[in-house]
């Protein structure tokens, strides 16, 4: 499966964003999808996942309340709504697909390019 993730941008502190990781083929359905990011210097941290159905999300603490994963398997396309953004969420957001229910990166064999989101305070 390719991944392609998009949506990252400028924002104020305080402000919302919504990324999209939209995927090729047919089978979507079948893979658990992931969104991590990075910084620079720093290694890739996990930020929420979701099951197959959509039935099971996760969420890293940092993001927890703030942040909404979703997905739309007739449209191959997983979401991140992200709300009350903070200077520390700036980073690269990759989305990731597995077939693990997991926080740990390595267990997800497809990744999309990555979209630079900025929070500015």
């Known amino acids: 499966v390719q991944l392609q993730a998009s949506g990252g941008g400028l924002v104020q502190a305080g402000g919302s964003l919504i990324l999209s990781c939209t995927a090729s083929?047919?089978?979507?359905?079948?893979?658990?999808m992931g969104w991590f990011r990075q910084t620079p210097g720093k290694e890739r941290e996990f930020v929420a996942t979701?099951?197959?159905?959509?039935?099971?999300?996760t969420y890293a603490d940092s993001v927890k309340g703030r942040f909404t994963i979703s997905r739309h398997n007739a449209d191959t396309t997983a979401y991140l709504q992200m709300n009350n953004l903070k200077p520390e969420d700036t980073a690269v957001y990759y989305c990731?697909?597995?077939?693990?229910?997991?926080?740990?990166?390595?267990?997800?064999?497809?990744w999309g390019q990555g979209t630079l989101v900025t929070v500015s305070s």
């Open positions: 990731a697909a597995g077939l693990s229910y997991s926080q740990w990166h390595r267990t997800y064999g497809y």
């Open positions: 083929g047919r089978t979507f359905s079948s893979y658990i």
């Open positions: 979701i099951s197959k159905n959509g039935g099971s999300t």
